[in-house]
Each structure stands twice: as C-alpha cells, then as structure tokens.
C-alpha cells in the first residue's frame, strides 16, 4: 500500500512577507531551512495564529483605548466547542496570543495615523520569487501641507519571544517598497514611520528604518538567488512529496 503524502511539492519559487523578513537576518543553515519549508509545506494542518492577527487588527482599527474586547475574545476562543483536538489547541493558541498582547497593549505606541482603505490583495514578483506579504492595516496622514502620508501595518508574533528588531526592520521594508509601488508617481507618499511592524508579545511597533529602499533592495537580491537554486533544493529527509 503507498504510503500517505507528508509534503506537497511547491514548483514555482513562492515565499511569504514572513518568511522572507526571517531569511534576511538567518545564518546560512537557517535560510536553506526556511526555503525549503516552503518549497515543500506539509500537508499536515499547522496551528496558527490567524484568527488573532485579524482580531487585532480590527482591534485597532477601532481605535480602542482599553484591551477589554481583547481578553474577552480570548476568553470566548477558550469556551468554544471543539470537533478535535487540533481544532482545540487553535483556539487555545489564538487565545493565547490575544491575551499576551492585552497585557502589553498601549494605545500610545499607535503610530500617530488614521485607518485607511485597504488595498486589494496583491503579491510581488521579486527577481521570478512571488513574494505575498502579510498587509494587516493601511495607515495614512495628512500633513499640515496638506500632503497625504501612507504606509502599512503587519502583525508578528512568538510566544515568549520578543520579534528581533532587526527582522522587524526588514518586514517594516517590505512592507514601504509595497506602499511606493502602490502610490504610483507620488514617491514621497510612503513614510518610514506609517510602515510599521507590530510585535504582539511585546506590543512595540517597528518602524521601517531609513534605509528601507536599499534593504528592498537586498531582498530582491536575495530572491534572485532563491530563484535560481529553487529546482535544486532537496525535500526534508524522509519526506513524501506528493506533485
């Protein structure tokens, strides 16, 4: 009898926002690591955080000053019925996540902006890498010349584990080459500081740092590399990919 798939087969070069922030700032060992986790994802359902991000997002997009909705979202997560196991640990998980960043939430640390449109969604194509990065919020301002000031807000989170600032700085890049190239021939549109990366664990908001354009860059540098070896990376040993 065949034995059951564990691994599917991703063929052409596909890297999320995430990810890609974690490649720029791993040693080598890690980076063959993560790419090939995702060139060959497992089958098998993974436990995420979904369902927190997008609560947390349209937390703040509510401007909410207190983090009440936060722990009674994860307090009704806790109280859900479960059909199994897995789905019993999701809500647990998500849960949480929501708890974590309400004993860290400050409604001061919110970049100083209000909740724009979002965009629809869209990924990149960087050096033949299709690169879907993880847009959470649109943010803008008006200055006092009246001029319109953009930029995105992306959520991470690890348990216990503070984001490292540097791979916040690389996802917060991403995420300013994204609103350049969505505000078209208004360049000075994107700002650094409306481009921003939300760490839950610890509730601080890591800003696209001044050289975001040359870490951009980098980044497509980076993709053009996996690009070219992405037919040659091997499966996880013992692996079952079904094509």
């Not at 307090?75 to 859900?80: A, N, P, Q, T």
């Not at 319109?148 to 540097?166: M, N, V």
């Not at 080459?177 to 939300?198: F, I, P, Y």
Request: contains cysteine.
């Amino acid at each position: 009898m065949p034995e059951n798939p564990t691994h599917r087969l991703v063929k052409s070069p596909k890297v999320n926002g995430r990810y890609l922030a974690d490649y720029m700032d791993a040693s080598e060992r890690t980076k063959r690591t993560i790419i090939r986790g995702c060139k060959f994802p497992p089958i098998a359902k993974l436990l995420q955080h979904q369902h927190a991000k997008g609560f947390i997002a349209n937390f703040l997009r509510n401007g909410s000053d207190a983090p009440d909705p936060l722990h009674e979202e994860a307090e009704r997560l806790r109280e859900m019925m479960a059909d199994t196991d897995f789905d019993r640990n999701l809500f647990d998980l998500n849960a949480d996540v929501l708890d974590a960043y309400a004993e860290v939430f400050d409604p001061e640390k919110f970049p100083k902006a209000e909740i724009a449109p979002m965009p629809d969604p869209f990924t990149l194509d960087m050096a033949g890498v299709e690169v879907k990065p993880d847009l959470r919020l649109a943010l803008q301002r008006t200055t006092k010349t009246n001029r319109l000031r953009t930029g995105f807000l992306s959520i991470r989170y690890a348990k216990g584990k503070p984001l490292s600032e540097d791979v916040g700085k690389w996802q917060s890049s991403l995420l300013f080459a994204c609103r350049k190239m969505l505000d078209g021939d208004d360049q000075k549109a994107a700002e650094h500081k409306l481009c921003v990366t939300l760490d839950a664990a610890t509730g601080e908001f890591i800003e696209a740092p001044g050289d975001a354009v040359s870490r951009f860059a980098n980044m497509e540098a980076a993709c053009q590399s996996i690009a070219e070896r992405w037919d040659s990376i091997e499966p996880p040993p013992n692996a079952i990919v079904k094509e």
